[in-house]
Each structure stands twice: as C-alpha cells, then as structure tokens.
C-alpha cells in the first residue's frame, strides 16, 4: 500500500482565504486510481449531489490533483514552531530594547539639557 494525497478541486474560490476550493483527502492505496476511487467516496461521504455542490458554492467540482507521499516527518513542525518561537522572542528583545532606548533618550534630553 502507498499513501497518497488526493486534492479534490472545484469553484471559484474565495477572497478572503487561501486554499478556497481544494478539498485535501490522505488515502492508502494499491495506485492512483484507487486512490482517487477512495477519495471520492470520502469527499461523496455518502451525501447528495447537492450537498457536495454546496461545498464549493454551488460550482461543479472541476477536477483532481494526486500525489503519492513518499515521506512524512512531523518533527518539521517542532522545528517550524521553534524557529517562530525564537523569532517572536527577538522581535520582542528588540522592540522592547528599542523602546527602552527612546525612554532613556527621553529622560536625556529632559534632565541633561
């Protein structure tokens, strides 16, 4: 069995989001086509015709991407969230210094004319 991603595409998307009109759905399968199969039966899930219209705002669905996933490696998160982590800490030191740094300057020109 392999993994893949199938992204179910439809609509005309939105303006005030990213990834409006794609409907991602991870599967295990024999192949593509399977994989695609079991996508629609999930995305389908059984509903109406109508009930899969609605997700895309009443548009047709317009087609389907397929990606078979070779790796996966959530300790990429924990890095990602690391690296924001420290950043948001050094945009703070900085601000903060920076600000502390006008006070003093401040303070400076009032009682050192």
């Given at each position: 069995m392999k993994s893949y991603l199938v992204i179910i595409t439809g609509g005309e998307g939105c303006d005030y989001s990213v990834g409006c009109g794609y409907k991602p759905i991870r599967v295990r399968a024999e192949s593509e086509e399977?994989?695609?199969e079991t996508a629609i039966q999930r995305f389908v899930g059984g509903?109406?015709?109508e009930e899969v219209a609605?997700?895309?705002n009443d548009e047709r669905v317009?087609?389907?991407?397929i990606y078979e996933v070779t790796s996966y490696n959530d300790t990429l998160f924990d890095e990602i969230h690391k690296r924001v982590v420290e950043k948001i800490?050094?945009?703070d030191k900085r601000r903060?210094?920076?600000a502390e740094q006008a006070e003093y300057e401040r303070l400076k020109r009032k009682y050192d004319p």
């Open positions: 399977q994989a695609l509903g109406s015709a609605a997700f895309f317009n087609g389907a991407q800490k050094e945009d903060d210094d920076e």
